[in-house]
């Protein structure tokens, strides 16, 4: 640092020198007080490039998680969805069994087999109709095509999921195989109802082995998101008790600079006294 000679007065370095540590001053003031309004350590890159960086990439993974973790609830929802169709379903294919167990039976006239058959082709109807109404977002849940969710943030981390291709005629249960015209004809179509419910029972089994892992592919998500932004909080917030101590330092600082200032301005005046 240079030191004025106080007997030549063109050009103050005493005063210049002053004045640089005031800017300095407030400059570093500036930059607390931005990060006390801010919450935020790094505002700028200049701040800490390094930790700027990192804190960038990891605010990007959280928002990329947050994001994966709507779709994984997209996921469970359309699964549920699935999985109340089924529920039906079963319920239908169980009435419908009931109904063919009373006409496996000999003591049965045609008109109490007719009766058995109308019911059964009018639930095969509604089973048609609810696999061909379960649909999320507009698209059919029973589907032969895998649905693909993102499920974390980074490319490749998806989860495929295949409810399957459903319909009467793949279940057994269209109405031309609903047969009940005799005890012998209802006892093979008992059997293709025991067969279709099998299949539905292994259908919702699969949607909740899918759900199971959606749950925890769910808490994974969570847990990383918090561990994430933890480490994100500790390069880029504020310490606000860090900040306020140095504001405090600061303050006192550019108290003294600008008393030194002042006296560096009048100190050439004493030159005066040599005439």
Not at 132 to 148: E, L, P, Q
């Amino acid at each position: 640092m240079a030191y004025g000679d106080l007997t030549k007065v063109a050009t103050n370095l005493q005063s210049l020198s002053s004045l640089n540590s005031l800017r300095q001053t407030n400059d570093e003031l500036g930059i607390r007080q931005l990060r006390l309004s801010t919450g935020s350590r790094l505002n700028r890159a200049e701040d800490d490039s390094a930790g700027y960086i990192i804190s960038s990439k990891l605010q990007a993974r959280v928002r990329g998680q947050a994001q994966a973790l709507a779709y994984v609830g997209d996921a469970e929802s359309l699964l549920t969805v699935g999985e109340g169709s089924l529920n039906t379903v079963m319920d239908i294919l169980m009435t419908m069994k009931e109904k063919v167990v009373q006409a496996a039976n000999d003591t049965l006239a045609s008109a109490e087999r007719t009766a058995i058959k109308s019911q059964l082709d009018a639930l095969s109807g509604e089973v048609t109709d609810i696999l061909g109404d379960t649909k999320f977002n507009n698209t059919s849940v029973f589907t032969s095509t895998a649905f693909s969710f993102q499920v974390n943030a980074d490319a490749g981390d998806t989860f495929a999921v295949t409810v399957g291709t459903l319909s009467v005629t793949a279940l057994g249960i269209a109405t031309a195989s609903l047969l009940v015209a005799s005890a012998a004809a209802a006892s093979t179509t008992l059997s293709g109802l025991d067969t279709a419910i099998s299949t539905i029972a292994s259908k919702l089994g699969s949607i909740g082995d899918s759900q199971s892992r959606l749950s925890f592919k769910q808490d994974m998500l969570a847990i990383s998101m918090t561990n994430n932004e933890g480490a994100r909080s500790r390069i880029a917030d504020a310490d606000f008790a860090k900040e306020q101590m140095e504001i405090v330092k600061l303050q006192i600082l550019q108290q003294t600079g600008m008393a030194s200032f002042a006296q560096a301005n009048a100190a050439p005046q004493s030159v005066l006294q040599l005439f």
